[in-house]
DNA sequence: CTTGAAAAGAACTGCCT
DNA sequence: AGGCAGTTCTTTTCAAG
């Protein structure tokens, strides 16, 4: 952990938003000189609260229209089934996110595909071909927002 | 939508990974030279593929230890309940993530807390006073793995 | 699409307040 | 800590083949 001052704050909060920021222009819009805001993004770099500079797609430029959230209930619950549920999971394409959970559910996915029919064949060919499945609830996304977070 | 060939995939999967790759880095690692690669990028942003670049957050050494995911019930389905929770929800800086869904519930929540006392008290005092919250399940994340998508 | 070169901008360094 | 000024490096951008 590390404690950051109203500043970094900011400086987190504006590159959650925008990665491409440079230390430069980051500066202008804090109030800071450019080494000034170089200097720490440098220290939360290596402090490791950046885990890493992602690009977001954006699926439906894509082609791909539909996204599924599943709830997945194991049936089997010995530990080499945690292991094969995800060794198998992770061969399919579509499922874009994998989250182990502990709760009403064993594991969340989100499967994204062209369209319903497309969806169809995800889930039929692929989903319930998973093995020690035992119930799959599911939530198609409607729309979505991302924040940064407390801080 | 676009039409993409194998290239463009290769480009989008290793910029989905890590958006800081330089055109020349991307190249190198694609066989292209560098104003080549840099062409196709700059296609693909202008056919709208990307949504942004996004600082992924370590969320862990930032000091929040907890990930909680909410599936939401409303308990009136009115067309104002909508915009009332999704305002009252957008209040609550601990939610990471809002989805509108349709099915078994009518919102998950990405929820994100110091702990779980903490955790408590984000749902004791904000997500319970959000209007209209019918009934709430909860699946506490372990772990999780991202991927690029089928493309 | 490639090579090569020029221009722009960003990262990094010392030194000083 | 922050600012200033400067160097060095990378990246963008524009040639021409």
């Given at each position: 952990?590390?404690?950051?001052?109203?500043?970094?704050?900011?400086?987190i909060?504006?590159?959650?938003?925008?990665?491409?920021?440079?230390?430069?222009a980051?500066?202008?819009q804090?109030g800071l000189?450019?080494p000034?805001a170089?200097r720490r993004?440098?220290?939360?770099?290596?402090?490791?609260?950046?885990r890493?500079r992602?690009l977001?797609?954006?699926?439906?430029?894509?082609g791909?229209?539909?996204?599924?959230?599943?709830?997945?209930k194991?049936?089997?619950?010995g530990?080499?089934?945690l292991?094969?549920?995800?060794?198998?999971?992770q061969?399919?394409?579509?499922?874009?996110?994998?989250?182990?959970?502990?709760?009403?559910?064993?594991?969340?996915?989100?499967?994204?595909a062209?369209?319903?029919?497309d969806?169809?064949?995800?889930?039929?060919r692929r989903i319930?071909?998973?093995?020690?499945?035992?119930?799959?609830?599911a939530?198609?996304?409607?729309?979505?927002?991302r924040?940064?977070?407390?801080?």
């Open positions: 952990m590390i404690d950051l001052d109203d500043t970094d704050r900011a400086l909060r504006a590159l959650a938003e925008d990665a491409t920021l440079s230390a430069g980051l500066g202008r804090l000189s450019q000034a170089w993004i440098k220290r939360l770099e290596e402090a490791g609260v950046f890493g992602r977001e797609l954006d699926t439906a430029a894509l791909l229209g539909v996204t599924v959230f599943l709830g997945v194991l049936a089997t619950k530990r080499a089934s292991g094969d549920f995800e060794r198998a999971v061969a399919i394409p579509e499922v874009q996110t994998v989250e182990h959970v502990l709760g009403m559910y064993d594991y969340r996915l989100r499967v994204v062209r369209d319903i029919p969806f169809e064949r995800v889930l039929r319930m071909a998973l093995p020690g499945v035992g119930s799959l609830d939530n198609v996304l409607l729309s979505e927002e924040r940064p977070g407390p801080l």
